[in-house]
């Protein structure tokens, strides 16, 4: 089961030479590496020149584990609602990165809304442009992808706890990568309001009141539902900070103020 990449050429670099010195070099705008390890860090998924240096500059500062959950959304439709990728391979340009199929299987154990669905992820992007971030930082990385579209507030808290339950237990270290974009579409000045409510419930670690904020103030957050997740997950593994590394809108690089896209990176501990 070896998943190919679906964006290479247009979200990223597909020669691998070149991918790889541009991901080097977003790694390196990173402040000092957190001695504390990462339990959990969200970072963007648009396309490298949009996103690639707050991406860049929460992954180079994260201390994460060789082992790592991926949650994403869901932007096709397709697939169940927490679509686990059981096994094989993701290929990116140069290489691969395998699927850790030992945890994929306990974590379906763990709860049954959990589901083994490759459908879900062949044609979404927002896991496979990260990819080549976790592999220029360890080469050995494993991961288990998993695209959250469950939208039941219950759900996410449910499924949440019974990965971080899995994590906790693990007997070896295990992070998170959440993968998200912020408000889409709107003036810059408002998204960099509007994005700013989002992530000081998500640095609070307050996965209650992201999901509240977010609904209330239709900020257009991509990634909500697997931040959700994401966060109840964290606290059942002993997290108790969180920090905003870096926050950007696509304004700052095309030019155009009237309608960006925001992008945060977020490191919780």
């Not at 977003?26 to 000092?32: D, H, I, P, S």
């Not at 994260?62 to 096709?76: D, E, F, K, S």
Request: charged share 20%; hydrophobic share 45%.
């Amino acid at each position: 089961m070896q998943r190919q990449p679906v964006v290479a050429g247009r979200f990223y670099e597909a020669d691998p030479e070149r991918l790889n010195g541009m991901v080097d070099g977003f790694l390196g705008l990173a402040e000092a590496r957190r001695d504390e390890q990462t339990l959990l860090a969200m970072v963007p998924h648009a396309g490298y020149v949009f996103s690639g240096a707050v991406c860049g500059r929460t992954l180079g500062a994260a201390n994460l584990a060789r082992t790592i959950v991926m949650l994403g959304p869901n932007h096709t439709g397709k697939g169940d609602r927490f679509a686990l990728w059981p096994k094989g391979r993701w290929a990116i340009p140069g290489g691969a990165v395998s699927v850790d199929a030992a945890l994929a299987e306990t974590l379906l154990e763990a709860d049954p809304m959990l589901t083994p669905d490759t459908a879900a992820h062949l044609e979404e992007h927002s896991l496979e442009v990260i990819l080549p971030f976790l592999r220029r930082l360890d080469p050995e990385t494993v991961v288990v992808p998993i695209a959250v579209s469950g939208y039941v507030f219950e759900d996410l808290k449910r499924v949440g706890q019974a990965l971080g339950k899995v994590l906790a237990g693990l007997g070896r270290p295990a992070s998170i990568v959440v993968s998200s974009d912020m408000s889409h579409y709107i003036q810059h000045d408002e998204a960099k309001a509007r994005d700013a409510l989002a992530l000081e419930a998500a640095v609070a670690l307050d996965p209650r009141g992201l999901f509240d904020v977010v609904r209330r103030n239709n900020i257009t957050m991509c990634g909500v539902l697997p931040m959700v997740t994401g966060l109840y997950a964290a606290l059942e593994m002993g997290a108790t900070s969180g920090e905003v590394v870096s926050y950007a809108t696509s304004g700052e690089i095309y030019g155009d103020y009237d309608q960006v896209v925001g992008y945060a990176g977020v490191l919780v501990s």
